[in-house]
């Protein structure tokens, strides 16, 4: 089992940076995909942005340039900093561990609202 625990959630201005943190008890494989999805009212769910342990990394496109998405295996956290936010980026964000052939654990989320 895994438990994922965020912070860093809140309110910031259009323009502005907040980073977002999670943090993986239990075992994380090498094979695991740690990552952030985000969820708006009225949408689905969708990937942000993802790592693996080997560093490489994928990004929604609407998210490119402005958010970067920081791993530590060692730590077994996960970080994303979210830069030059935008009011599309208002949404519920869940920090996520892919385990191939198992699921994906979720963590319980925190809110992030762009408004001035």
């Known amino acids: 089992q895994v438990q994922l625990v965020e912070s860093g959630g809140g309110l910031v201005q259009p323009g502005g940076s907040l980073r977002l943190s999670c943090a993986a008890s239990g075992t994380i494989f090498s094979l695991d995909i740690m990552g952030w999805y985000r969820e708006a009212p009225g949408k689905q769910r969708e990937l942000v942005a993802s790592q693996t342990t080997g560093g490489s990394t994928d990004y929604a496109d609407s998210v490119k340039g402005r958010f970067i998405i920081s791993r530590d295996n060692a730590k077994n956290t996960v970080d994303l900093q979210m830069n030059v936010v935008k009011a599309e980026d208002t949404a519920g964000y869940y920090c996520?561990?892919?385990?191939?052939?198992?699921?994906?654990?979720w963590g319980q989320g925190t809110q992030v609202t762009v408004s001035s």
């Open positions: 996520a561990v892919v385990r191939p052939r198992v699921g994906v654990y």
